[in-house]
């Protein structure tokens, strides 16, 4: 039985469609499942809004899956707010029918607070824990994402610190590059604690400056996703796959050979992992195809750029969608629709 194959809406967030929406555009693609991110719907935090999202869903036959965003506290202070905030997006989750809720510790390793790793695992597992009753009371799992601040074997610890009753790993294939670690290590280090995958591709190269990364639509980069599936299907077949490009941002050039980088940021790093990915760079090229490059974090499109981004995102996710089905064999629906 192939994995049941879904969307992450993040891939469109430039068309900024409410929930409905989204929903409609991920059954019209005859998808199995959706995964709403960071929800553009004015009412996404309403619980008024939640059961009709939730009906909505099953009318259209259609697996859901949901969270928010990161929790780690970045001073003390905000210990008891971080904790409120995931103690209510557990109860969104519940109430729109997810069996997980999405979280992340912190966006990338330089929106860490001050101090070691080790520091910031041992406090987002007090967070964990003063949630546990909530999560179990409401039958929804903390999904932690694979994100650009952690390496896999370091979630690892934090799964097991915070608990396996509860917790697990919300598996993404694109961020793992951003700290130098090949995708293929992070899916055989997590995949027996994920709760759902999310497929992402990247183009990486060697650089002058080190090695350069891109986000680019599945199947069009340098990771190998048919042995990254094969290895899922061994080690979490239970979980359901969403396609989640995210392109039109520009490439990203880390300083592998900076000894002050690995000091500040991966002082515990394995030198076999990093191996690995330095053996992933040497295959991989610049990314030849035409892509825009508009869609910068923390600044917005500029109008004249704004739909040609729409189209592209669509354009992305839908040619992800059918590198996914055609050549990974990946969903259900599409086969009998």
């Not at 780690?72 to 969104?92: C, D, H, N, S």
């Not at 990247?202 to 996703?225: C, M, N, R």
């Not at 042995?227 to 039109?248: D, M």
């Not at 992933?280 to 910068?296: C, S």
Request: proline letters at 8%.
């Amino acid at each position: 039985m192939p994995f049941p194959l879904g969307i992450n809406t993040y891939s469109v967030r430039a068309m900024r469609w409410h929930d409905a929406r989204l929903l409609d555009y991920a059954a019209s693609l005859k998808c199995d499942a959706i995964f709403l991110q960071d929800s553009p719907d004015p009412d996404a935090q309403n619980p008024a809004h939640w059961p009709i999202v939730k009906r909505r869903a099953e009318e259209l036959g259609l697996h859901l899956e949901t969270g928010g965003g990161a929790t780690l506290p970045r001073t003390p202070e905000q210990f008891e707010e971080r904790v409120a905030y995931l103690k209510g997006q557990i109860r969104r989750a519940a109430a729109l029918g997810s069996p997980i809720v999405r979280t992340l510790t912190a966006s990338d390793r330089y929106a860490l607070p001050p101090g070691p790793t080790e520091q910031h695992i041992a406090t987002m597992v007090r967070v964990l824990k003063a949630v546990r009753n909530e999560a179990i009371d409401h039958q929804v799992k903390v999904a932690i994402e694979v994100h650009k601040e952690l390496q896999a074997w370091e979630f690892v610890e934090l799964v097991k610190e915070a608990g396996r009753d509860f917790v697990g790993i919300y598996l993404d294939t694109g961020n793992p590059v951003f700290v130098m670690e090949h995708p293929l290590t992070t899916v055989e280090t997590l995949g027996k604690y994920a709760l759902t995958l999310h497929l992402r591709d990247s183009v990486v190269y060697e650089h002058p400056k080190g090695i350069a990364v891109q986000w680019v639509p599945l199947g069009e980069g340098t990771v190998d996703f048919k042995e990254i599936v094969a290895t899922a299907g061994k080690l979490c077949p239970h979980v359901h796959i969403y396609a989640k490009p995210i392109t039109g941002r520009p490439p990203v050039v880390i300083p592998v050979w900076d000894e002050a980088h690995w000091k500040k940021w991966f002082p515990r790093a394995r030198s076999a992992d990093f191996a690995r990915f330095v053996s992933l760079a040497k295959q991989g090229a610049p990314y030849a195809r035409p892509m825009v490059v508009e869609d910068l974090q923390g600044r917005a499109t500029p109008p004249e750029f704004a739909e040609a981004v729409q189209f592209q995102q669509r354009e992305h996710l839908e040619r992800s969608l059918r590198y996914a089905r055609e050549t990974l064999g990946l969903g259900r629906r599409w086969r009998t629709a």
